[in-house]
């Protein structure tokens, strides 16, 4: 679980406040990795984890505005798009250039964690 004192250093690493669902999420369950049905899988990174992967991904560089806090498992990162003052979730394939390949999944965590197990990643 974090601390309100990484929940800062994370906020500050992106400049934009967590939306409230995914700093709750952080401060009490802090992680997960879940299957839903057969095929779809759910990892959401540790809070000590995040500003790393973000660094080694080069994505402020390539998705400027994004924070990469999860994925599928495979190829695709789950990242929140803050842009424009935003907090969609969004997928990105690992090789992705720029924000043309964001795939839309959810206007928040909540709404994310309660469509995924019925309906899987959203691929169009």
Same mark, same amino acid.
């Given at each position: 679980m974090a601390s309100e004192g990484e929940m800062q250093a994370l906020e500050n690493y992106? +400049? $934009?406040r967590l939306p409230d669902d995914y700093r709750d999420f952080l401060l009490t369950q802090g992680s997960m990795r879940e299957i839903f049905g057969e095929v779809t899988v759910l990892e959401l990174f540790?809070?000590?984890q995040i500003i790393r992967i973000n660094d080694a991904g080069e994505i402020r560089s390539r998705?400027? +505005? $994004?924070?990469?806090?999860?994925g599928d498992g495979s190829r695709e990162m789950l990242a929140y798009d803050f842009r424009d003052g935003g907090s969609n979730l969004v997928l990105l394939d690992i090789s992705a250039e720029d924000?043309?390949?964001?795939?839309?999944?959810?206007?928040?965590?909540t709404a994310l964690l309660k469509n995924l197990p019925t309906r899987g990643w959203l691929f169009e």
């Open positions: 992106v +400049g $934009a540790p809070v000590d998705f400027p +505005g $994004a924070l990469v806090i999860g924000w043309s390949a964001a795939l839309f999944q959810a206007s928040s965590l």
